[in-house]
């Protein structure tokens, strides 16, 4: 219940390209979606995120999309650069008790120039 | 604004032994996180606080993981003996308040051999 599942676990995509990483979860009270952006070496850095009021939200090249019902959230990356190539992750964390961030898998993004 | 400190950067230690890690978060942040990172896997939160009170301490195993977050502002995770299995990259994250964006600091990868 606490899951959030993530894939693929890996994606190349070539210069240009579109992105497309998806997550499901399970706990109908999460209310917080994020995703973050992890450079080896470096900890995760928040990227984008959305609540459940919303269908869609956009920030540049980066936009999530989210579907309530099926209880799924994706992220997708528009003119995908060599620069994006970087772990990604979903995560979720409800409004109630200690609101924790539970993470997704990961999926290892490259960029092929 | 600094960012989240943590050190050591790297430590190796030999089964058995002692290890401590030192977090300092950003400055105002009530909300303090120490998350696992195994390789190849997304962050699992270890503790949370707020302030200097323990929020979730559930998946934190006792036996041997301990924290302390004096004066609600720097941190401290031991482990006390590592096994082989604590090997992973031990994130300190924090938030100005529960529910809100969580910035990450580097972290510090622990080696148990």
């Known amino acids: 219940q606490q899951q959030v599942k993530q894939s693929p676990q890996s994606l190349i995509v070539q210069k240009g390209g579109i992105s497309i990483i998806n997550c499901a979860y399970e706990n109908t009270a999460f209310d917080y979606f994020p995703w973050y952006q992890q450079f080896p070496g470096k900890g995760p850095a928040l990227l984008i995120a959305i609540r459940p009021d919303v269908s869609e939200k956009k920030e540049g090249r980066f936009t999530i999309s989210f579907n309530k019902s099926a209880k799924q959230f994706s992220l997708h990356i528009m003119d995908s650069q060599p620069g994006d190539s970087a772990t990604y992750f979903c995560a979720a964390s409800m409004k109630q008790g200690a609101q924790k961030l539970v993470f997704g898998q990961g999926t290892r993004l490259t960029i092929n120039p | 604004e600094a960012g989240v400190a943590q050190s050591p950067r790297y430590k190796i230690i030999e089964k058995r032994q002692s290890v401590a890690f030192w977090c300092n978060p950003i400055s105002g942040h009530a909300t303090l996180y120490w998350y696992q990172q195994i390789l190849g896997q997304g962050p699992k939160l270890l503790i949370q606080?707020?302030?200097?009170?323990?929020?979730?301490d559930s998946q934190l195993p006792k036996d041997r993981f301990s924290a302390e977050r004096l004066k609600g502002v720097d941190s401290t995770l031991k482990i006390q003996p590592a096994k082989l299995e604590d090997s992973a990259v031990y994130l300190c994250a924090s938030s100005q308040a529960l529910n809100t964006e969580a910035f990450f600091g580097q972290g510090t990868r622990l080696t148990v051999v």
């Open positions: 606080f707020q302030n200097n009170g323990v929020v979730d």
